[in-house]
Structures are given as structure tokens and as C-alpha cells.
């Protein structure tokens, strides 16, 4: 398919504060013939601020396939399109990947328009990556969690999720027994109630409003000196109940559990306590 790159724009909005939306996204949205959006009352909001009044079309994690083959009909007509996600980067933990893949699979040119991101913001507020390294995990799947964390220990770099509000404590609670502490929790970013706390035991949690959006950062003992100790944590700070709820998870038995813990430097009593 042949047309100008800027014929198919991907297009990042803001997560929060309008004002940071880009001269050239702007740009990108008057030019449109059509805008596929995440959410098209969202994006009816945010062309009305602008005041402008375009085509939408909807381009959600349901109907990806079937909207990614509208824009490339769109694009083959010879018109110009935008896809906007509902805030931020379209494709980080929001629809858009799937469109991307096929345009490079099939040539399509397109143009990226970029935009604020959740994730980048927080790690900068978080203070926590030294040099700027860090892995962005977003979204923690709802069951598995701490195995999937413990793998992800593995890793030597800060860390950066995503929580809803709903879930919010559980999961500070949850970072806070398997990594380092802090947790750097990033609330409303760009938003009027913005807000960054450093959280360095369970106990502080309360100080959390469960409202609005949140992003979670974690140093994993990467690039930064961990800046605190935790109790019930080996010298590498894994949780000994945790650990002890994996090995059951995985089929020891209790006398084995007991020999792994021992090696770790856990005292017999306790060892044969978790294990059992
Ligand atoms: N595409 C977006 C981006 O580029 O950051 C992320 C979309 S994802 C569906 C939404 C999640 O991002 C929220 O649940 C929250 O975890 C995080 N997030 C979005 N806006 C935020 C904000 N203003 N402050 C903190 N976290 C935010």
C-alpha cells in the first residue's frame, strides 16, 4: 500500500491534564478524515476541547482485528486517519499493538505521534532507576500473582506497574513482601490530586486514598542500594512464607521444605513452622 506516512497516525494523548496534549497531536487530529478511538465518549470530550468535530470509530481490545482491517480500509481509500487510545500511548496496556504489527508485516507506513505515559512518568517521580533502566511490567494478572513476582525478582531493575484503585492495597502489600522496600505509589499524575508516596511497610498502606489511577514502582535492587531492610526477609529479602507457600504450591513435602529453608540460614523451629 502506497500513500504519505502521515496518512496513518498513532497518536498519545494525555493521562490526565489536557494541557499535555502535543501541538503536533493536535495536528494529527485536525488533519484526520477519521479517528479510531479506545473509547469514543472519551474521545468526543477531548475533540470537543479542542473544538473539533471528526468521524469516530471505535478500536477497542474486543474488536482490534476486525478495526485494525477499517483503518487499513480507510487507509487504502485514501484517507487520513488517527488512533487514540483512551489516555496515553496507544498499545502500552491499551489497545493498538495488534494494528502496529500488521502495518509492519504489510508495509503500511505510519507515523507515531508520541505522547505522556503512566509508566515513564512514574518511574521519573518514583526517584528509583538511578540511570533510567527499568522494566515495565503494567497490569499484574489477577491470579498467580506472587509467582509471577517472584520471576520477576529476577530481573535487577526497577520495576513499574499498574493497579486499578480497587486493588490498590492488596498489591502494595504484595510488592512490599517480595522486593526491596520502597514502593513508590503514583497517584493521579498530571491530575490536580497528584500525589507520589514512598511506602516502606505494610503498616503504611493506610495512608493510601483508593481513588483515581495509580502507578507502582519498585527498585528491585537494581541500579539503587536498597534503602531499607524488611523483617521476615532473607538477606536477599524473598519472603520466608512466601517462599514456603511456593515450594507447597509446587508439590515438597515438609521435610524437604524444611532442608531448603535450613540452607537459607531459616532456624529449624521456624522452618518446620512455615513448612507446616
Ligand atoms: N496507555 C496508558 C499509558 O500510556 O500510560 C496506560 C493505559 S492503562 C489502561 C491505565 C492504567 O495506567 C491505570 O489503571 C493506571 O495504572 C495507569 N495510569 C493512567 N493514568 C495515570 C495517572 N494519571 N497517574 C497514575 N497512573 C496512571
Known amino acids: ?16 491534564n489536557l494541557n499535555d496534549l502535543s501541538p503536533r497531536a493536535v495536528q494529527a487530529l485536525a488533519d484526520a478524515d477519521i479517528i479510531f478511538a479506545e473509547d469514543t465518549r472519551s474521545a468526543r ?7 473539533l468535530s471528526k468521524p469516530l470509530e471505535s478500536y477497542h481490545k474486543d474488536n482490534e482485528d476486525e478495526a485494525a482491517e477499517r483503518i487499513i480500509k480507510a487507509l487504502a481509500e485514501g484517507k487520513k486517519t488517527a488512533l487514540i487510545s483512551e489516555a496515553g500511548m ?13 502495518a509492519i508485516d504489510e508495509n503500511i507506513p505510519f507515523e507515531i505521534i508520541p505522547g505522556p505515559c503512566a509508566a515513564v512518568s512514574a518511574l521519573v517521580a518514583s526517584g528509583l532507576s538511578r540511570d533510567g533502566r527499568f ?7 489477577r491470579k498467580k500473582k506472587e ?7 529476577e530481573i535487577p531493575y526497577p520495576i513499574v506497574f499498574y493497579e486499578s484503585c480497587h486493588r490498590i492495597k492488596q498489591t502494595i502489600e504484595l510488592l512490599l513482601r517480595v522486593f526491596p522496600p520502597p514502593v513508590a505509589v503514583c497517584r493521579e499524575l498530571t491530575k490536580i490530586y497528584e500525589e507520589a508516596l514512598w511506602l516502606f511497610n505494610p503498616q503504611e498502606i493506610e495512608k493510601i486514598t483508593p ?20 523483617k521476615g526477609m532473607d538477606k536477599e529479602g524473598v519472603s520466608i512464607e512466601m517462599l514456603s507457600e511456593l515450594l507447597k504450591e509446587r508439590g515438597l513435602k515438609t521435610g524437604e521444605i524444611v ?11 521456624r522452618a518446620y513452622k512455615q513448612a507446616l
Not at 491499551?94 to 502496529?100: E, K, N
Not at 509467582?147 to 525478582?153: A, F, P, S
Not at 481513588?211 to 524488611?230: A, C, I
Open 45 to 51: 470530550g477531548l475533540l470537543s476541547s479542542l473544538k
Open 211 to 230: 481513588r483515581g489511577e495509580f502507578s507502582l514502582v519498585v527498585n528491585n535492587g537494581g541500579d539503587n542500594e536498597p534503602t531499607g531492610s524488611k
Open 259 to 269: 532442608e531448603l529453608l535450613k540452607k537459607l540460614g531459616v532456624k529449624r523451629n
Open 135 to 141: 522494566l515495565f511490567y503494567g497490569f499484574l494478572p
Open 1 to 16: 500500500m502506497s500513500f504519505p506516512r502521515e496518512n496513518c497516525r498513532i497518536v498519545g494523548t494525555p493521562i490526565g
Open 90 to 102: 496507544p498499545g502500552i496496556s491499551d489497545p493498538g499493538m495488534l494494528f502496529i504489527k500488521r
Open 147 to 153: 509467582t509471577v513476582l517472584l520471576k520477576l525478582r
